[in-house]
């Protein structure tokens, strides 16, 4: 009862516990969890109770219609929190709302973006073909209309960001997957403004963009930016997350190494540039 207790705010004394005093934090999370007295897991009677009371009170919480929602993983991944976040107690309870809302969300945002890039590949080709041959016909009107759907995804997807930089600020930048997308809706809008306004339109304001060298440069970084999303996706599905981390983490190993290989490249460029350089002095004074 005292730890359910809250001051004029609606704070819990687990989320000051959580904030300034971690490791009370945990020895208090492993008392929420209770073991039957069965000593072998295997046993059919052995089970195993969650109390999630003190990292997430519910919605029917007095504070929750205050507009103070307190929940225990969001405040963990403030303060980074990292050995609380890996407790049992947090992981069970993220896996229990994940199951039971987050992954229709992610479903949902899986499949609309799924959609997105396969209208996008289509188009992107379709009209590729069209420059390379140069338009003999009209736009046709399922053209015009696809054009139209993924401008509109676009400017969506641009709101949403510009939505989630108001809230995160700062910390918004330092997830490179954020930083990418902002990128992939940017160029993405940019390459459908020729496709979507009229030509008087857009010659003077974009007549950079619109010129086919300029043009299909930005398509290429889009539809680019898009499949590496795509894969950032993946993630979540239990099937193929494991390869996209190991991926990830090559990836970034790789980088890593080639970094250290151009510093020893650009040493041994210079060696060689003076030592070369003295040699062609040598034979062009004799």
Known sequence: EIMEHKDIHGHTPMKLLIEHFPESAELLMDRCVKRSEMTNSNDPQFTVTYDFRL????????????G????????????????????????VLLNQKWSTFGRFVHYFNFLSYLVFVTLFSAFIVIEREEFAYGRHR??????RALSYVLFSFTVVNLLKETLQISI???KYFMEISNVMEWVLYGTAFAFMIPFVMPGSAVEDPFKAIIHPNNLWIVGVTSISLCYANLVLFLRRFRLFGIYVTMFLEVTQTLFKTLLVFFVCIVGFSIVFFILFKEQVSNKTSV
Request: hydrophobic residues 35%.
């Open 55 to 66: 990292l997430d009170p519910g919605p029917d919480d007095p504070a929750f219609l205050n």
């Open 68 to 91: 103070w929602r307190f929940f225990g993983p969001s405040t963990m991944v403030k303060h980074e929190r990292k050995q609380l976040l890996l407790h049992p107690l947090t992981q």
């Open 138 to 143: 009209p736009i046709f009107n399922y053209e």
């Open 168 to 170: 995160e600020r700062l």
